[in-house]
């Protein structure tokens, strides 16, 4: 272990130490996340228009498209945790965003020389998410190596506050580039913020532990079954990702409906629509902004189930909303909703980050990853289907109400008992 990682190491046992705005490494480490979630935050944006309007695309094609940006997740987030698992994080995350700028960058290169193409869009799609999920899962694995244990919470509330504001500003931020400089050029701006992220990223002088040599019979396939064994054998995580891909079922359900329940029930305009639906990022902000102070005084463990079962109860407002005055509604359980779930992704996040061993945390990360993503798509099928035949409101608060029940997983668990996240030390007889 270097001297930089040690200091780190033992300002966490003895309990002091500087806070995170006064720790360079972390600094430099969200900075770039800042720029770099922004950018992506464009991208989405820009990437679809570019495929309507440069290229005439169908909505057939423009749902492929979307679906390109995440396939990577389902197929290889899996075999990722196992290679990152042997791998020094830092290195991996410079290289994919090196990567995400070159693929990002060929974007706005095609369309300035008149050849860019349906294809070149579907292949930029399917390579950038394969570069996202080998960043995300050795970011997330990284982040316990820079900060001490007692700053998870924190370090992680104020990364999901980045990712809160980027859902909420870079949208807006988008179309406005799109406007004024197309949506190519929009493109160079998450091309030049990989840039920036990859120049933070190598500021940073802590390094992180070397990885544990592999075994000679350690197989890809093996490590993948040791990760997915831990997260599954632990009678608290697998409690923990039940709840997390019940409640991602669920929204994704919400997130089907929410937009015809706004314009064909409420009779929102469109215009108004972003304006309702923003009000999920706002929740978002304050959930990160205050996480860390909520797990000091209820507990770093109990604020998981808190999160869902109380904070996420009146989300189901939103069900009740009507046209009028009574709109809204809709925005207020929609921040709650928000709120609720930042703080819980903050919470589950930081227990899985302080109770998994640091050689099996990028397949930990991969597997949870793998299995509560997964959820989404069927949840978005699922509830495009009842909301034909039940109707959409009913759909919808069954969908809200499925989502708030889904922390009942980790209340009737031994997560209940605890107050406080317990070290690694502590938690590894918990399998």
């Known amino acids: 272990m270097t001297e930089a990682a040690q200091d780190v190491r033992d300002a966490g046992a003895t309990g002091h130490g500087p806070s995170l705005w006064r720790q360079r490494d972390f600094m430099l480490l969200w900075g770039g996340q800042t720029v770099s979630e922004t950018g992506s935050a464009v991208t989405e944006v820009a990437l679809p228009l570019l495929a309507v309007v440069a290229l005439g695309a169908s909505t057939f ?25 042997g791998t020094a994080k830092r290195s991996v995350m410079i290289v994919c965003n090196l990567l ?17 193409t349906m294809a070149q869009l579907y292949a930029v799609a399917v390579a950038a998410g394969v570069c996202s999920v080998f960043f995300d899962v050795s970011y997330q694995s990284y982040v316990p190596s820079l900060v001490r244990a007692e700053h998870l919470m924190n370090a992680n509330g104020k ?18 580039l799109v406007w004024s400089v197309g949506a190519a050029g929009a493109m160079t701006a998450d091309a030049l913020s990989y840039a920036l992220s990859v120049l933070s990223v190598l500021g940073i002088r802590t390094r992180e532990e070397r990885p544990r040599a592999r075994p000679a019979d350690g197989t890809l396939r093996r490590r993948i079954a040791e990760g997915l064994r831990f997260v599954l054998g632990h009678r608290i995580l697998r409690r923990v990702v039940a709840c997390t891909a019940t409640a991602n079922l669920f929204s994704g359900m919400v997130s089907a409906l929410a937009m015809v329940f706004l314009v064909r029930v409420l009779h929102v305009g469109p215009a108004l629509t972003g304006l309702v639906m923003a009000a999920a990022a706002v929740g978002g902000i304050a959930g990160g902004l205050f996480a860390g102070r909520l797990a000091e005084r209820l507990g770093s463990a109990r604020i998981i189930w808190v999160s869902m079962l109380v904070f996420g109860a009146p989300q189901v407002v939103a069900a009740a909303a009507r046209p009028g005055w009574g709109v809204l509604l809709f925005p207020l359980g929609w921040g709650v909703a928000g709120f609720s779930a930042m703080v819980y992704n903050v919470a589950q996040l930081s227990y899985r980050q302080s109770v998994t061993p640091p050689e099996l945390m990028g397949r930990m990360n991969a597997a949870v990853r793998w299995v509560v993503w997964g959820t989404l798509p069927v949840g978005g099928v699922l509830g495009g289907l009842l909301g034909t035949l039940i109707g959409i409101r009913p759909a919808l608060g069954l969908a809200l109400v499925g989502t708030w029940a889904a922390g009942w997983f980790v209340f009737f668990s031994p997560l209940r008992r605890l107050r406080d996240v317990p070290g690694p030390e502590s938690a590894t007889a918990a399998p």
Do not use: K, N
């Open 61 to 85: 094609q423009v749902g492929l498209l979307t679906a390109a940006t995440t396939l990577a997740f389902a197929v290889i987030a899996l075999p990722a945790g196992a290679m990152v698992d």
């Open 159 to 176: 990364l999901g506050t980045t990712q809160a504001l980027a859902q909420f500003g870079g949208p807006g931020l988008g179309s406005g």
């Open 100 to 116: 995400r700028l070159v693929i990002i960058g060929s974007v706005p290169l095609a369309a300035a020389f008149g050849v860019l």
